[in-house]
């Protein structure tokens, strides 16, 4: 079975850093890709950064380069997504979702199958 669980999010004043952690289970993260996406109050689901195939190639949106960046770790199945210079902007819901397929650069919501709940990423101003 499927299981996306993400954790790390919080509340944090601007300039700040979080890291947030998605743990798989299901799936064998060389063969597959592995997004991150947010939804901030008001607005639709956004492509943040994603990771996939054996050399966990990552790619990020044009919005997040710099200060995001997208790695994991094959031995606990987990993919992190580090943030640094966190702005109120950035205050928003954070998913990750996967797909059973290596795609780079794979950003659009509807392509992932599985989802997880979700983690609170609130910044203070």
């Known amino acids: 079975q499927v299981q996306l669980v993400e954790s790390g999010g919080g509340l944090v004043h601007t300039g700040g850093s979080l890291r947030l952690s998605c743990a798989v289970s299901?799936?064998?993260?060389?063969?597959?890709?592995i997004g991150w996406f947010r939804r901030a109050p008001g607005k639709e689901r956004e492509g943040v950064a994603c990771?996939?195939?054996?050399?966990?190639?990552?790619y990020y949106s044009d919005s997040m380069k710099g200060r995001f960046t997208v790695s994991r770790d094959n031995a606990r199945n987990t993919v992190y997504l580090q943030m640094h210079s966190l702005k109120p902007e950035d205050t928003a819901v954070y998913y990750c979702?996967?797909?059973?397929?290596?795609?780079?650069?794979?950003?659009?919501?509807?392509?992932?199958?599985?989802w997880g709940p979700g983690t609170q990423v609130t910044v203070s101003s």
């Open positions: 299901g799936f064998t993260l060389d063969d597959s890709t």
């Open positions: 979702a996967a797909v059973a397929a290596v795609v780079s650069g794979l950003i659009n919501r509807n392509e992932y199958d599985y």
């Open positions: 990771i996939s195939g054996s050399r966990g190639s990552p």
